[in-house]
């Protein structure tokens, strides 16, 4: 009996440990560094990170993107973007404009070395670039995208 009882436990355990980790394909983390909390988040589909309105991935993400990983300044408005694009383009809100000059703070793995001077596209108010290895964005710190 003894044992039987310590299998359920265990199963138990895993069950719970499995359903935080995979809770529907949302993946976050918060940490903090020296230049403020970040959080990253990351999404199976474009409409999955529409959903999570803690998170507030932008309207222009087309929702079949996939792959989809955000880096994000809790304290403040920075935010960098990757996602594989879906069969969907940009959208027609997003125009051709400039680069951006200031280069992020914020720091990820899967993100290029200064990819912000690459991007061609401004998508409301985050700079765009589209790559062969998937769709970048990067909205800078500024005081009038810190509601946003």
């Given at each position: 009996?003894?044992?039987?009882?310590?299998?359920?436990?265990?199963?138990?355990?895993?069950?719970?440990?499995?359903?935080?980790?995979?809770a529907c394909g949302v993946?976050?983390?918060?940490?903090?560094?020296?230049?403020?909390?970040?959080?990253?988040?990351?999404?199976?589909?474009?409409?999955?990170?529409?959903?999570?309105?803690?998170?507030?991935?932008?309207?222009?993400?087309?929702?079949?993107?996939?792959?989809?990983?955000?880096?994000?300044?809790?304290?403040?408005?920075?935010?960098?973007?990757?996602?594989?694009?879906?069969?969907?383009?940009?959208?027609?809100?997003?125009?051709?404009?400039?680069?951006?000059?200031?280069?992020?703070?914020?720091?990820?793995?899967?993100?290029?070395?200064?990819?912000?001077?690459?991007?061609?596209?401004?998508?409301?108010?985050?700079?765009?670039?589209?790559?062969?290895?998937?769709?970048?964005?990067?909205?800078?710190?500024?005081?009038?995208?810190?509601?946003?």
């Amino acid at each position: 009996m003894k044992n039987a009882s310590g299998k359920v436990a265990v199963l138990a355990a895993a069950i719970a440990a499995a359903a935080t980790v995979s809770a529907c394909g949302v993946d976050d983390s918060l940490k903090e560094t020296s230049n403020g909390h970040v959080k990253e988040v990351s999404y199976d589909t474009g409409k999955a990170g529409k959903d999570d309105a803690a998170a507030r991935l932008p309207s222009w993400v087309p929702d079949d993107a996939h792959s989809v990983k955000e880096v994000i300044r809790t304290t403040g408005s920075e935010r960098l973007l990757r996602y594989q694009a879906g069969g969907a383009d940009l959208p027609g809100a997003c125009q051709p404009g400039p680069a951006e000059t200031k280069p992020p703070t914020l720091t990820a793995s899967w993100w290029p070395n200064a990819e912000h001077q690459r991007m061609n596209k401004v998508c409301d108010g985050w700079h765009v670039a589209v790559e062969t290895d998937g769709v970048f964005a990067y909205r800078a710190e500024t005081v009038a995208n810190a509601d946003k």
